[in-house]
């Protein structure tokens, strides 16, 4: 794993050992002397992970923290405190500024580099959600708000799954955390937990290292390894620094450990930092999938557009490619379209369209496509099925297009036609592409319009004429 990080120390000494320390891991390393360099630093270029020092003139490292994590552009960049300090105050001091952990001076290796890679691997799936959603953006997509990072008043009544068989810890973790009114679940078996996970209730784990030490890091790696419960944060207890043991822990995936004797300001503060970043990444997600959404549908008619149908059909073919199937396409257009927004006005138009969008849905399969081109013209791809089954389909719906009664927004109803271009996928012996498919049915639809509308037209693909001669 790799990944760009940014140490800040006002001394050149201690940037030259923690630099040291992790350039020889392969990770990408910056430095900066001062407050005010790092915030440069990191604006011109923000990096995966920031190492900033306490204890530094000018600003020192809480002031960086705090701006750091005001700011919605770089708030997600996790940062690690390392300090002189051992005081529990300080670290009360820092996680409120927002430090996601701390590091004590002399830094101790195995503890910096599971933190630092622990970090990092969160980073790099919240920056795949970033990417999935520029992506989709990127595509032409109005592109929405960005995503802020969580506020602490967005964090309440969060899920807690915990698995304590000591009642002295279960009282303890109850008052210490009453104030949040958040939900806790106690359960005294790791079965009963294990189980209780998979019901996707909680947003959240908390899990005591004390009594099983290596059995409880494995029901953690079966927690991270399971599909239900992938992203589920989890925080683990231990009694005391055991650093072989949180260390693989980091590693399998724990999110984040709480040392005993437990101070309540502290298990609040870490609760929280975690769900704020499970927040976050479901605001990423949700953002993305609603660009897909709009990406990929039609606004007024709800059915998905010219993007979606082309992709759809591609799939189609590579799929059929060498095998003997077949699949219909038809073009489909209302006519004398124009005439309905000229007499009626453009709200009955798009009215007769929506309406024709559901009555082709009702009309067809759900394994069929019907999808809106644009403007009054209509596609229907018809999965697994020969020009005659093509053509059968096709008047059908031509003819119930012509039997319905459409009414009028300003009362009286009317009828309408269509007419349609088909064609088919392939022959025996070929199977055509995209743009040849849709050149066959436009000019079988052209033909129709030509002959008199009302009709279906059937069009062969340029390959197929060549075929047929
Ligand atoms: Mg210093």
């Known amino acids: 794993m790799t990944g760009r990080i940014l140490i800040v120390d006002d001394r050149v000494a201690n940037l030259g050992v923690l630099e040291s320390k992790l ?22 270029q923000p990096p995966d992970i920031i190492l900033l020092d306490v204890m530094m003139p000018d600003m020192d490292g809480y002031q960086v923290c705090e701006i750091l994590k005001k700011n919605p552009k770089t708030a997600h960049i996790p940062v690690i405190m ?32 599971s933190r630092v890679r622990s970090l990092i691997r969160l980073k790099v799936l919240m920056d795949s959600l970033k990417i999935q959603r520029m992506a989709s953006s990127g595509l032409g997509i109005p592109e929405e708000q960005l995503v802020a990072f969580p506020t602490d008043d967005q ?63 494995r029901l953690c790696s079966q927690i991270r390894s399971s ?38 300001n502290e298990i609040r503060l870490r609760i929280r930092t975690q769900a704020k970043r499970l927040l976050y ?47 219909c396409l038809m073009i489909i257009d209302i006519d004398h379209f124009k005439s309905i927004n000229d007499t009626f006005g453009h709200d009955q138009g798009d009215k007769v369209l929506v309406e024709m969008a559901r ?37 059908r719906l031509r003819r119930a297009v012509e039997n319905k009664v459409f009414s009028l927004i300003q009362g009286g109803t009317m009828t309408i036609s269509i007419s349609i271009g088909v064609t088919v996928s392939g022959t025996d012996k070929e199977t055509f592409t995209r743009d040849q498919m849709i050149k066959a049915a436009d000019v079988a639809l052209y033909q129709a319009k030509h002959a008199g509308r009302n009709r279906t037209v059937v069009g062969y693909s340029e390959v197929a004429k060549a075929v047929a001669v």
């Open 359 to 395: 009555l082709l849905q009702m009309s067809t399969r759900d394994s069929d496509l019907v999808a809106r081109l644009g403007g009054e013209e209509f596609v229907v791809v018809v999965d697994n099925a020969t020009l005659g089954t093509g053509l059968r389909i096709a008047e």
């Open 23 to 44: 350039a020889s891991e392969y990770f990408d390393v910056t430095t900066a002397t001062s407050g005010q360099k790092a915030l440069d630093l990191v604006n011109q």
């Open 227 to 264: 599909p239900v419960t992938r992203h589920l944060p989890i925080i683990m207890i231990s009694q005391d620094l055991r650093e072989n043991l949180l260390a693989k822990a980091l590693d399998i995936g724990v999110n984040d450990y709480i040392l005993e004797p437990i101070e309540p």
């Open 82 to 113: 390392v300090t002189a300090l051992g005081e529990l105050k300080d670290r009360i001091r820092g996680l409120q500024a927002g430090a996601d952990e701390f590091l004590t001076k002399p830094v101790h290796d195995l503890q910096l580099l």
């Open 281 to 327: 990444q479901k605001l990423l997600r949700l953002s993305h999938e609603k660009s897909m959404d709009l990406s990929l549908t039609d606004e007024l008619t709800k059915l998905y557009n010219r993007r979606y149908f082309n992709a759809h059909l591609d799939a189609l073919l590579q799929m059929e490619s060498g095998q003997r199937r077949s699949s």
């Open 155 to 217: 964090i309440h009544g969060v899920r807690m799954a915990c698995l304590m068989e000591d009642d002295v810890l279960r009282e303890k973790i109850e008052s210490f955390l009453s104030v949040d009114k958040h939900n806790l679940s106690f359960f005294t078996s790791m079965d009963a937990f294990s189980k209780a996970l998979d019901t996707r209730k909680y947003d959240m784990a908390l899990v005591p290292l004390i009594f099983h030490g290596e059995e409880t890091l």
